[in-house]
């Protein structure tokens, strides 16, 4: 019989974080210090309208323009929304760092490992990507940013060095722990609104003149050589949906969240809320302020963004609208790697990566996988070095985190999906609005994986070549053959790593009980 105690409250009601970590299988290793709009700034800042939507703008100036730009936002945005709740209602059920391979072996009923083994590689590629992407297209503003001062001239060798500069720069404040990161990230948000505010206000009021509505709102440009204007918008739409990536972060983090059972679907539903409505803005402003739109795409500095500035603002003002993308796009890539670093950490802990020892090793000072956090960033500079011949690379790059992502993204809804009525949703979740919204996003996904694979110049040569497919089925034929010969012998999905009591001591070793 239960005491008058326990039967007055709902288990849910007195169930710690801790707990339900326990029952997940995993001892409570790193520091559950963060709030959940620490949580949700991790995710906001690495959407960042400020990095996806410039560093890619120069690329929808080409492939669709104006009309693309500013209609594909917000209906990739709404597509990425579907995306978004469908993982979120999952991420209520399992709050864990693991987060998408561990809720792909948990929603399978048979072959969850299989399922596990192969949604984990594709996050892991997606996550290096994105941090590649993110911190590569830093490295461009920043690049730009000298050129414009005199300082030296843009190219390929000196990005490639800015890029490992900025990479070493995130991997050391990772290093720090957590609190630096959350403090930075919540820094990050305001950053962010306010460097929208600025850029769209500095716009609106200083150019001589301004674009028409008709122009920024139906005019169509095709600069990539092929005559169909339908392929042409489709993947013109790579701008926008680039941007709207790595919101799992607030998945990965949920082991570091208070309340991550409601946290963590909160940050991944309202950090693409908030993005869809600010990048709007954003990109509308940047667009009415074009001055002169074929001598801005073909910028010397190769950054058609950093131009608009100075023909808008003047130089004195353009540099300093430059140095707000620059912060937002270095806050950006920090919380990139950090996400990163705990998805590694989470994929290692159950022996998925080749070291797992290593990478799932926790610095006992600052309760975070320092190992993992350099990994995520070696990984992310061998994918950027491609661009010293390539230069198409980026976009390559761009691609790769889109599929990797995605791919790993809806696998749980779709496994979710086929397990109807079994599934056991969390304290958050979407009620009979569940199977359509996860119909959709799993048709979604399907067609934008097979969109940014395609190539995007005509003709096709070595230096115009979209690398992104070789890269995906390099990590797939990989994933795929030590799948065969070796893993599903011994790779059964996540771990657990012990009884209660076992869980109790591991933490208590780490806190130095």
């Not at 707990?19 to 995710?43: D, K, P, T, W």
């Not at 001062?149 to 490992?164: D, L, N, R, S, V």
């Not at 998925?352 to 500079?381: D, E, K, M, Q, Y």
Request: aromatic residues 12%; contains cysteine.
């Amino acid at each position: 019989m239960s005491s008058p105690e326990s039967s007055a409250l709902a288990p849910e009601a007195v169930q710690t974080d801790e707990q339900r970590l326990h029952e997940l299988g995993y001892a409570q290793e790193l520091a559950r210090s963060m709030s959940g709009f620490s949580n949700f700034a991790v995710s906001f800042t690495i959407i960042s309208i400020l990095s996806g939507c410039l560093t890619l703008y120069g690329t929808g100036m080409n492939t669709g323009g104006p009309v693309v730009i500013v209609w594909g936002w917000p209906f990739v945005g709404l597509m990425t929304l579907l995306v978004g709740l469908a993982m979120a209602e999952v991420c209520s059920s399992y709050p864990t760092a693991g987060g998408l391979y561990y809720w792909a072996a948990k929603l399978s009923p048979r072959n969850g490992a299989a399922w596990s083994w192969f949604t984990g590689w594709f996050n892991f590629l997606g996550q290096v990507a994105v941090t590649a992407g993110i911190d590569f297209g830093a490295a461009q503003f920043i690049n730009a940013l000298m050129d414009l001062q005199g300082w030296y001239k843009a190219t390929p060798g000196h990005t490639i060095i800015i890029f490992g500069l900025v990479l070493l720069v995130h991997g050391a404040l990772n290093t720090f722990g957590v609190k630096i990161v959350a403090l930075l990230s919540n820094v990050s948000v305001w950053w962010h609104i306010l460097g929208v505010l600025v850029i769209v206000g500095a716009l609106a009021i200083t150019p001589k003149h301004h674009q028409s509505a008709s122009f920024v709102f139906t005019h169509f440009v095709n600069n990539t050589g092929w005559s169909s204007a339908l392929y042409v918008a489709a993947i013109g739409l790579l701008m926008a949906q680039y941007t709207f990536t790595g919101y799992d972060a607030s998945a990965h983090m949920t082991e570091e969240t208070r309340d991550a059972a409601r946290s963590g679907p909160r940050g991944i539903v309202m950090s693409i809320l908030v993005s869809l409505v600010a990048g709007w803005v954003l990109l509308i402003g940047i667009t009415f302020a074009i001055q002169n739109y074929a001598a801005e795409t073909g910028s010397a500095t190769g950054v058609p963004p950093a131009q608009i500035f100075l023909d808008a603002a003047g130089a004195t003002g353009g540099k300093l609208l430059l140095l707000v993308a620059i912060g937002a796009q270095l806050f950006c890539g920090m919380s990139s790697v950090t996400a990163n670093s705990r998805m590694i950490y989470a994929f290692s802990r159950d022996g998925a990566l080749p070291g797992s020892a290593v990478w799932h090793r926790i610095n006992p000072r600052t309760r975070t996988p320092t190992n993992g956090v350099w990994l995520a960033v070696a990984g992310a500079f061998l994918l950027g070095l491609p661009y010293l011949w390539n230069l198409t690379a980026y976009q390559a790059v761009t691609s790769i985190s889109v599929i990797g992502l995605y791919i790993a993204y809806v696998i749980p809804t779709f496994l979710r999906l086929r397990l109807g009525a079994d599934f056991r949703p969390g304290p958050w979740q979407l009620g009979r609005w569940s199977r359509p919204i996860g119909i959709a996003a799993v048709i979604w996904v399907a067609i934008i994986t097979v969109l940014f694979m395609l190539p995007t110049l005509n003709p096709v040569t070595w230096t115009s070549f979209n690398y992104a497919p070789i890269a995906v089925l390099v990590v797939l034929g990989f994933a795929g053959g030590w799948w065969l010969l070796s893993a599903r012998n011994w790779f059964t999905g996540p771990r657990v790593q012990g009884t209660p009591e076992e869980l109790a001591a591991v933490e208590r070793d780490l806190s130095g009980g």
